[in-house]
């Protein structure tokens, strides 16, 4: 299927931060829904693509904020990511994360678009935010689930071992690099059915000492 528009959703992961785009550090950021979007208009003369996504927003502010310009674009293609930013906070509800994630892919695919979303990776190797990792397990297999429901397509970040890598990773360790954005609009592609150069399936060689 070619894609004529797309409205890529969400926050700073969307937004394409630490991924630098041509003018380097100091100009705008490109991002793996950036890198999606370039190849899907490389297939289609007349594309557009709008990446709605702003950092640091909390799922009920893309819900509020960006599902609503996404219905109104009435886009093929339409990404939602979003719940990263609420489950790193202590007490996040993800059960009715789902229920409002649940409802804003259901006025998406109304529109008759075709509706990608995102697991997260697995924070296991994160010292701080594995102490959580059953609360973001039981948001993403909701996320699964929706997505099963609604018949979106998705992305499962979860079992991207190539991911787990600190080198796909800004020294933050919270926002993937220019590397790790690549790895991410492979997989995209991979999801999309779109032909791509590049290979989300990765085995990093052995780190030197």
Known sequence: MGYRSFAALGD???????DPGP??????????????????????????????????????????QQVPRAVAMRPDLVSLCAGGNDLLRPGCDPDAMARRLAGAVRDLRATGAEVLLFTGVDPRDTPIMRRARGTFAVFY????????????????????QGLRDWRAWSEDRLHMNAEGHRLVAAKVCDVLGVECADEWRKEWPPRER
Do not use: K
């Open 141 to 160: 297999m909701h996320v699964r689930s929706i997505a099963d429901l609604y018949g979106c397509r998705l992305v499962d970040q979860w079992s991207m």
């Open 23 to 64: 003018d380097g550090a100091g100009g705008p950021f490109r991002g793996w829904a950036d890198r999606v979007a370039e190849r899907l208009a490389a297939l289609e003369p007349e594309f557009r693509y709008a990446n709605l996504a702003v950092r640091g927003r909390l799922l009920g502010q893309v819900v509020e």
């Open 12 to 18: 700073s992961f969307t937004e394409g931060l630490n």
